[in-house]
């Protein structure tokens, strides 16, 4: 059986005990086995700080915004054979996993691109300079410089390869040397993105390095400037960002985390064929509850219709996810895949039993389909009354599963309902009346880090309000993590120190590179 290895000290390590196994969820066969036993976390800390800070910090913005370039089209030339390991270790039909692997070059890519505009310097003038003497003998600018330490990844299941190439992408950018860890039970795409990059010989020694499985004592290892950058379920997030050495040495923690992202059908839409913010709302969620089985963060978990329209609005929702093929990626026909794990399916048939409470089921069963593979079918629910619908706004089902709840039509009460589920990723609103939308952002836009509008000028363009572009901000308040990541330049800043330069203004002018 193949056995994972991670990449440390410039050398490929393989562990010989403490394997945990990597399953395809279609057939359940044991595809590999994974550990990081034997790896002493302090010396790849070592490796990172002593040989890829240095070289990374070395090069300046636009040489390093090369090597993501060549990361990018390393990526992108084994695309079918990574397309392939998506399929196989996390169930994914061919457009689910072109969603993760080719989100991870075209982010790599986007950031090599904005690395020219950047420029061959080593450091970053942020906004205008300001006089702070009467004359300008003296001077200050704000500067924004590599962070001296480790950036250290911890990603989700889910995206195997995007996850590793967007955090990867903005700290090499920044200079700082990487370690990246994928959930253990899908790293299989992982694992084959690095070994692609480190046989390209693409990055200096230390500024990439990969463990695949526990990360052992690496985390009560880090220091002031090192940065933690996690995403997963809010609850291992509390666990991370708690470590008392994390607290202690105050390194810099960014987390993504869960979200009850919501879509909600403005007032001024009719439910109705012909109306092209209708037709797109019914595109963009149908394809939000089912898109890599529901396993997105960004998917739509809550979907507010106006009380009088919530009936048409059912009706048309169920005849588009009855058309959905539930089943082996492999297999012609076939436009949903399963749950990536076991544990996966438990969560899911828990959890919409949870939902069940206070909501009811209006189409599926929100149990696992078939008797062999992580199957499970979309599942619609119900709840008439939105504002005490408990559980709807409290828990994640990270698989297919959605809940319609009606609200009143007024921009503050759907503004209200929404942000009950604690901070969220993203909104999707669907209406052609601005003023409505510019109500609702007013009252309740905070409520997420990001509001994707669906309107009949938008609907040839609109990607879905699932895709987390790198030229906008991916990140939500409370329970989504209260993180920042892409955005552009705001992905790069977490990697980055901000420093008041003071100073005589012509002396300053020069070092910030700032011209006067
Ligand atoms: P998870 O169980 O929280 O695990 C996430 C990562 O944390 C994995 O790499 C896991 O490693 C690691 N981990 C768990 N316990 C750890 C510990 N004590 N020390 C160090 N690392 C630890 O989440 P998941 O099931 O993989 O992902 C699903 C969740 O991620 C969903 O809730 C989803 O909403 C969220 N998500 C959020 C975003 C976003 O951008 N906001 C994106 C994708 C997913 P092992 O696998 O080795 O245990």
Request: glycine share 12%; net charge negative.
């Amino acid at each position: 059986m193949k056995t994972l290895r991670s990449y440390i000290c410039g050398r490929w390590h393989e562990a010989t005990s403490g394997f945990a196994p990597l399953v395809d969820p279609s057939t359940e066969e044991v595809l590999a086995q994974a550990s990081s036993e034997g790896i002493d976390f302090g010396a790849v800390l070592d490796y990172a700080r002593d040989h890829g800070g240095p070289a990374l910090r070395a090069l300046t913005f636009a040489q390093r915004g090369a090597l993501l370039k060549d990361m990018s089209k390393v990526l992108r030339d084994h695309r079918d054979e990574l397309l392939d390991l998506s399929r196989q270790n996390n169930g994914t039909t061919k457009g689910d996993g072109s969603f993760d692997v080719d989100g991870a070059s075209g982010t790599l890519a986007y950031y090599a691109a904005l690395s020219k505009s950047l420029g061959d310097r080593h450091s970053l003038p942020e906004g205008d300079g300001v006089q702070l003497a009467k004359t300008d003998g003296f001077w200050a600018q704000h500067i924004l410089v590599p962070r001296r330490g480790v950036a250290v990844h911890v990603n989700a299941f889910n995206f195997p390869a995007w996850g590793f190439g967007e955090k990867a992408a903005c700290a090499l950018l920044a200079g700082m040397p990487v370690i990246t860890k994928p959930a253990t039970a899908t790293a299989l795409t992982t694992e084959r993105c690095i070994e692609l990059i480190v046989a390209a010989g693409i990055l200096p020694e230390g500024a990439l390095q990969l463990i695949i499985g526990s990360t052992g004592d690496l985390l009560d290892r880090l220091g002031p400037q090192d940065v933690m950058a996690f995403t997963g379920s809010a609850d291992t997030a509390r666990k991370l960002r708690n470590r008392p050495s994390l607290l202690a040495a105050n390194t810099r923690v960014n987390v993504e985390a869960d979200s009850l992202n919501a879509a909600v059908l403005g007032p001024d839409v009719d439910p109705v064929e012909g109306s092209a913010t209708f037709g797109l709302f019914l595109k963009d969620v149908v394809r939000e509850i089912t898109q890599k089985t529901g396993q997105k963060c960004t998917a739509v978990r809550r979907i507010l219709v106006p009380s009088d329209r919530i009936a048409a609005v059912q009706d048309a929702l169920i005849s588009r996810l009855g058309a959905v093929v539930t089943g082996n990626p492999a297999d012609a026909g076939v436009t949903m895949g399963p749950l990536a794990t076991a544990q996966q399916l438990r969560d899911a048939e828990e959890g919409v039993a949870e939902l069940a409470r206070t909501a009811r089921i209006v189409h599926g069963s929100g149990k696992r389909s078939g008797a062999k593979g992580f199957f499970f079918a979309p599942t619609l629910l119900r709840a008439d009354d939105a504002r005490q619908a408990g559980a709807v706004h409290e828990r994640e089902v990270f698989g297919p599963v959605a809940t319609l709840l009606p609200y009143d039509a007024s921009a503050a009460a759907a503004s209200e309902i929404v942000a009950l589920g604690g901070g969220i990723l993203v909104t999707s609103v669907y209406s052609d009346d601005a003023g409505w939308v510019g109500e609702f952002l007013a009252h309740g836009g905070g409520a997420a880090g990001r509001v994707y509008v669906g309107s009949e000028s938008s609907a040839a363009d609109a990607p879905g309000s699932g895709a987390a572009l790198p030229q906008a901000l991916h990140g939500g308040p409370g329970r989504a993590g209260g993180g920042e990541e892409l955005g552009g330049l705001v992905g790069v800043k977490l990697y980055l120190q901000r420093v008041a330069v003071q100073g005589s203004k012509a002396l300053v002018n020069e070092v910030a590179g700032v011209s006067a």
